[in-house]
């Protein structure tokens, strides 16, 4: 029977303790039949973490389609001692980690996709523009939806996302640390990956990262 497996990491520092290093990342899966997205639980903990659910206080921005508890949004000023000015993501050398993990695991590399690339530009961009780490978007989409849209026809796809991480290697650390996003980087079939960072020093989370797999029909 098919599951969908969903786990968000809630940095310590939401719940109002120091942040040092840690940060929110959210992994989500789904198999190509239909199933409906479950709520997370919610826990303080620091990056990856396990399952948790969102708070019930987060303002719903005007046209927001996004379903009510589904995301998270970040307290101001929480990564304000952040030094964000090296942030970048090269899409090989992140498909080059991934894929030592992968082999480490016994499990076949992935190839860079254009449209599971776009796929995850474009949530990322989402995620910058509402300041916040969910699997919906603004439009009420779902990663399978995301991932339809972009053109690539998929059997399985899975989403893993983190926001407020300087850089990729803390990103990776994250989601190996989170059985949820760790789940996701070691899907058996999956052939195919995307990856993006979209970066905003007005919001609070600073910058936002999505990495789709999937495998294809």
Known sequence: MYRVALATGLATALAGCSLGSTSLSTGFTEPATTASLSSPSVKSVGLGGEPSTPRGNVKVASLDKAPSGSFEKAAPGILGDRDYSRTSLNAEMARDVINAYRKKNGLKPLK??????????????????????????????????????????????????????????????????????????????????????????????????????????
């Not at 474009?122 to 995301?146: E, Q, T, V």
């Not at 796809?157 to 996003?181: C, I, K, L, Y």
């Open 112 to 217: 860079l996709n254009p449209e599971l690339t776009e796929a995850a530009k474009s949530h990322s961009r989402d995620l910058a523009k509402f300041d916040r780490i969910s699997h919906y978007g603004s439009d009420g989409s779902n990663p399978w939806d995301r991932v339809k849209r972009a053109g690539y026809r998929a059997r399985l796809t899975a989403e893993n996302v983190g926001t407020g991480q300087v850089d990729f290697n803390e990103v990776m650390r994250g989601w190996e640390e989170s059985p949820g996003h760790n789940k996701n980087l070691l899907t058996r079939d999956a052939t195919h990956m995307g990856i993006a960072l979209v970066q905003d020093p007005k919001t609070e989370f600073k910058s936002f990262w999505t990495l789709v797999l999937a495998s294809p029909m």
